[in-house]
């Protein structure tokens, strides 16, 4: 596997469930992110890892639980999600802890599109 | 805050045909990066180009070129030529330095369709 990965593409679930999207990236990076993109809105950013530590949460309801064990990966936990939350979930790495952090590119994985009923 | 505006939401072309893209960006940072990436059908962002706020240069990649104008707080995209492979939603991005990661605003993207 190559760049970032993330599992599964597709997800459908109903409001009561429990679920988990996986990421994983091959590029040494230790940043890692989260972003929601749905119809006619600009990226919005959920969270940010850096060095597996959160450095920032832009209050994003409680029904999404980040997690990132490592450097390679990060997970978003789901429960109780509501319709509005379809969308399309991408991660992102990148090389950070620098003095010029915010000059390095992010990569994204293809996302997993997630629909709600 | 910051902000970045891509006016256009949706553009046709046909092939062969030149088209530019905008980017207008608001921050009150004073070091700060701009970014390109295109987004196809598939749904990966693919990084296209990255230009810091003291590089006024334009660049230009094989059919891409992109001008950077800080009087005006824009950052175009053209693509000379256009192909029916240049397809794709395309996002204007701005960065913060957050001290330990990279935070890019993106704009609403701008979705080109090019045609035979």
């Known amino acids: 596997e190559t760049g970032v990965t993330q599992t599964p593409r597709h997800l459908v679930m109903g409001m009561t469930n429990k679920k988990s999207l996986k990421c994983e990236q091959h590029l040494g990076h230790n940043a890692m992110y989260w972003y929601k993109q749905s119809a006619k809105k600009p990226l919005e950013l959920m969270f940010v890892y850096s060095l597996e530590e959160r450095v920032e949460n832009n209050s994003v309801p409680s029904r999404f639980s980040p997690e990132c064990p490592n450097s390679s990966h990060l997970f978003l936990h789901l429960h109780t999600l509501q319709p509005e939350d379809s969308a399309l979930y991408l991660c992102?790495?990148?090389?950070?802890?620098?003095?010029?952090?915010?000059?390095?590119?992010?990569?994204f994985g293809p996302g997993t599109r997630l629909t709600v009923l | 805050a910051q902000k970045v505006t891509q006016a256009q939401t949706e553009i046709s072309v046909v092939e062969k045909e030149d088209v530019t893209l905008d980017c207008v960006y608001e921050t009150r940072d004073t070091t700060y990066y701009l970014f390109w990436y295109k987004q196809p059908p598939s749904g990966e962002l693919v990084f296209l180009i990255r230009r810091n706020s003291f590089d006024e240069q334009n660049e230009i990649s094989g059919r891409y070129s992109w001008n950077f104008q800080k009087s005006t707080s824009s950052f175009n995209f053209t693509i000379t030529a256009s192909q029916v492979v240049d397809s794709a939603v395309y996002f204007c991005?701005?960065?913060?330095?957050?001290?330990?990661?990279?935070?890019?605003?993106f704009g609403t993207g701008t979705r080109l369709q090019v045609t035979l």
């Open positions: 991005a701005l960065s913060e330095n957050t001290g330990t990661a990279s935070k890019l605003t």
């Open positions: 992102a790495s990148s090389q950070g802890y620098s003095s010029v952090v915010s000059y390095n590119e992010q990569f």
